[in-house]
């Protein structure tokens, strides 16, 4: 079975771009997590969605939206990009949004802010 | 609030010999506890969790993690260290909020 996939892979942009990160779950899953990794750090909850619902925010201002759609697959948006939005920008799905619930992550989007 | 505690940096370790890599948690109510391993320009990848039960967890590619309510660790082990377990480890928590709280990371170096 495929396990996450996100595209692309890396993306430049410069200061106050928009930009879309897509990520499809594993077959099956029905809840998709973002996440930002800054270099040397641990991931940073964005958002949550189950059901096409957002289940979770994390500390994030507004420019970062997220939706996900009847297919289970989910889009991270994010407005007037900053040089501080340079990141590792991870996607994890599993089959609920249970605390003891397996998220399974994908390779990433490595975004580059100019 | 909840958090994770991953106290060591970097740990070296010669291949053959056991590993341990260091988590403690601070959670309200039972814990939820997940270690995974990072490897350069990849995502990551679930090695293990606790949910309840048994004290000691066995997950992928040899590695255990021994929970301990008292001390509120989680330790990452591994009996015989391999070159290729040389990555980045980290520790997670299952918040109140059903969110995944991260360490910071420690980068495991095993040297042949």
């Known amino acids: 079975d495929a396990g996450v996939t996100q595209s692309p892979t890396h993306l430049i942009k410069t200061r106050g771009q928009q930009v879309t990160l897509r990520c499809s779950p594993i077959?099956?899953?029905?809840?998709v997590s973002w996440y930002q990794q800054v270099l040397g750090q641990g991931p940073q909850f964005i958002f949550q969605?189950?059901?096409?619902?957002?289940?979770g925010r994390g500390n994030f201002p507004d420019r970062f939206s997220a939706r996900q759609f009847p297919n289970y697959s989910s889009e991270l948006n994010v407005n007037a990009l900053l040089l501080g939005d340079s990141a590792l920008y991870l996607c994890?799905?599993?089959f609920g949004p249970g605390q003891g619930e397996t998220q399974y992550f994908g390779p990433g989007t490595r975004l580059l802010v100019l | 609030a909840q958090s994770v505690a991953q106290p060591e940096d970097q740990v070296n370790v010669a291949e053959g010999n056991p590993l341990t890599v260091k988590c403690t948690y601070s959670?309200?109510?039972?814990?939820?506890l997940f270690w995974y391993v990072q490897y350069p320009n990849r995502g990551l990848q679930f090695l293990l969790k606790?949910?309840?039960?048994d004290n000691l967890v066995k997950g992928s590619y040899g590695f255990e993690a021994e929970f301990n309510k008292s001390q509120t660790s989680f330790h990452l082990k591994k009996p015989s260290a391999l070159v290729s377990d040389s990555a980045l480890y980290f520790c997670?928590?299952?918040?109140?909020?059903?969110?995944?709280?991260w360490g910071a990371g420690t980068k495991l170096i095993i040297k042949p």
């Open positions: 959670v309200s109510g039972n814990p939820y």
């Open positions: 969605y189950y059901e096409k619902e957002e289940r």
């Open positions: 997670a928590v299952r918040d109140s909020n059903y969110q995944l709280i």
């Open positions: 077959s099956g899953h029905k809840s």
């Open positions: 606790y949910i309840t039960g």
């Open positions: 994890a799905s599993s």
